[in-house]
């Protein structure tokens, strides 16, 4: 039994565009590469806690499995953090990150826009005692980074 021809160019058609979408959806071949957080990062974050703000140097690590670990740079009082980010546009993410201390936690939510050598955020971060009550929040905060 033959195909009436009509239906064969519909179906020609019709595959021609299902094996063109996954192409034009994946966009040039390094446009994820570009905006992409996995890597090492130089991070100066400003904690506006009170005049003048706070500046709390750290280097971070973005991992390809969505974690996140920050450390103080040497000479600064230790503020270690560990989260997850996500990325959530192109060239746009966001983390939440907690600094657990002795004196409490510093937990933080922020939102960024990302390059191939810069980020910058703006967050919200809330400070909680060690028996998690809320002790200051919320708590405006940037950070700047480049890549290393």
């Not at 740079?73 to 907690?98: A, C």
Request: positive net charge; aromatic residues 6%.
């Amino acid at each position: 039994m033959s195909v009436p021809r009509k239906s064969r160019r519909v179906r020609t058609a019709l595959a021609a565009c299902l094996l063109a979408f996954p192409l034009a959806a994946a966009g040039p071949a390094d446009a994820t590469a570009e905006v992409s957080l996995v890597g090492r990062w130089d991070v100066l974050v400003t904690i506006h806690t009170g005049e003048p703000p706070q500046q709390a140097p750290q280097i971070c690590d973005f991992t390809p499995d969505h974690q996140l670990h920050c450390m103080t740079k040497p000479g600064v009082p230790p503020l270690e953090g560990d989260g997850i980010w996500t990325q959530t546009g192109r060239g746009t993410f966001s983390f939440w990150i907690t600094h657990p201390e002795v004196n409490g936690s510093i937990n933080a939510s922020h939102l960024g826009k990302v390059t191939r050598t810069r980020f910058t955020t703006k967050a919200i971060a809330y400070i909680y005692r060690p028996d998690g009550t809320p002790l200051l929040g919320p708590v405006q905060v940037e950070a700047e980074a480049k890549r290393l």
